[in-house]
């Protein structure tokens, strides 16, 4: 089975959870190959990507002229094909009139991709994101007439999607990481069947539990994440202030970098726990 997977970008270092899942999929005998939005800088890609990322293609930057070429001549050879492609994604009534200018304008960027898609002869798209990799993967789908599915997570389903509802509505399998997920979107389309309820995770034979010998040190906690607001260090450290604060009872590591980082660290001083609290970058 040949897939092509699409996303934002598989590199960066928060999307290690998807390149572990292709190589989970590779190892099925599958022939995943991968179509990423755009390049991002080196210093926010990973070094130790999960997967291979060798032949990775790239949606952005498309010149002007070729997406106008290319748009061109797919609505003249296929005139139904495209049209309806652009009614469906544009059926949404909850999109505000710029989420339809951008989904046009991506429709027209597709245009760029789909005589490759044709030549590669794939079984199946998948997309990471209910945002724009899945407004790319459905409107390939509605050109080449490859199915697609898609993995929702968070700020794509809730926050960024657009044509969120014919996503659903004409996906092939839709893969939610959470009841919650699973739920919302049958609140949108009630007679959605095909989802699979598929939670974030990792091997954890790779991390084996270790029992700790030594308990006479202090409770050392270890917090990993970007320093914005929905990753909840404020409430951490708001809960860590209510621990006994007596010397050396315990340790606390936040590692990450981010926009809130000097307000964090603020925070921390101001609830007295500087001497307790460590931040790594």
């Not at 003249?76 to 200018?101: E, G, I, M, T």
């Not at 320093?227 to 860590?240: E, N, P, R």
Request: net charge positive; glycine share 6%; proline share 6%.
């Amino acid at each position: 089975m040949r897939i092509l997977y699409i996303t934002t970008n598989f590199a960066a270092r928060t999307h290690t959870f998807i390149t572990r899942e292709i190589e989970q999929v590779r190892s099925t005998g599958c022939e995943v190959e991968l179509l990423a939005l755009r390049r991002i800088p080196p210093e926010a890609q990973t070094q130790e990507p999960e997967c291979s990322l060798e032949g990775c293609r790239y949606v952005y930057p498309a010149s002007a002229s070729r997406v106008i070429a290319d748009a061109t001549s797919m609505a003249v050879r296929h005139p139904r094909r495209f049209f309806s492609a652009w009614r469906r994604a544009l059926s949404d009534p909850r999109d505000s009139l710029k989420a339809k200018l951008k989904l046009s304008y991506q429709l027209l960027v597709t245009c760029t991709l789909v005589r490759w898609v044709e030549g590669r002869e794939y079984d199946r798209i998948h997309a990471h994101f209910a945002s724009p990799p899945t407004t790319f993967a459905m409107y390939l789908s509605f050109l080449t007439s490859t199915p697609y599915s898609f993995t929702g997570h968070g700020a794509d389903v809730f926050r960024d999607a657009a044509a969120l509802q014919p996503k659903l509505e004409h996906a092939a399998g839709i893969i939610c990481i959470s009841r919650y997920n699973c739920d919302y979107y049958r609140h949108l389309v009630p007679t959605l069947t095909d989802t699979q309820i598929v939670h974030c995770g990792i091997d954890l034979s790779k991390f084996p539990f270790a029992p700790n010998e030594n308990t006479s040190g202090p409770l050392s906690i270890l917090a990993v994440g970007r320093c914005v607001k929905k990753k909840g260090f404020s409430v951490l450290l708001q809960s860590l202030s209510q621990l006994p604060l007596s010397e050396g009872s315990w340790m606390c590591t936040i590692a990450g970098d981010g926009p809130l980082l000097s307000q964090l660290q603020a925070e921390s001083r101001a609830l007295g726990l500087a001497e307790s609290v460590k931040f790594v970058g």
